[in-house]
């Protein structure tokens, strides 16, 4: 199981763009899914989170211009952020909880959770 983001760019003050990260394996269920940004010399910080069920939280930071949401038959997570600033300059990383699924040589299944799995991060520049 893997989370691939994509979508990050160089763009000009007050613009757009949408990330995706895609869910890819042996999945048999999505918890919870975030997306988090660490700009250089700074720690990493949550952007904004989504349950299962549709419940979304936001950094105060991001309030009003991002929105986070999900497509649970694809295993795909976005983040639409609009009227970007200089200060949303960072490496965004996608995050979630994964049950994993496996069969066994008797067909019987097991789940094993994945807590916290990371995708690779994509750069988000914004210029002033």
């Known amino acids: 199981v893997q989370l691939q983001a994509s979508g990050g760019g160089l763009v000009q003050a007050g613009g757009s763009l949408r990330l995706s990260c895609v869910a890819s394996g042996n999945i048999f269920s999505i918890n919870a899914m975030g997306w988090y940004r660490q700009a250089p010399g700074k720690q990493r910080e949550l952007v904004a989170t989504t349950t299962s069920g549709g419940s979304t939280n936001y950094a105060d930071s991001v309030k009003g211009r991002f929105t986070i949401s999900r497509d649970n038959a694809k295993n795909t997570m976005y983040l639409q952020m609009n009227s970007l600033k200089p200060e949303d300059t960072a490496v965004y990383y996608c995050?979630?909880?994964?049950?994993?699924?496996?069969?066994?040589?008797?067909?019987?299944?097991?789940?094993?959770?994945?807590?916290?799995?990371w995708g690779q991060g994509t750069q988000v520049t914004v210029s002033s």
């Open positions: 995050n979630a909880d994964i049950d994993m699924k496996e069969y066994g040589v008797d067909q019987t299944l097991t789940l094993t959770r994945l807590s916290d799995l």
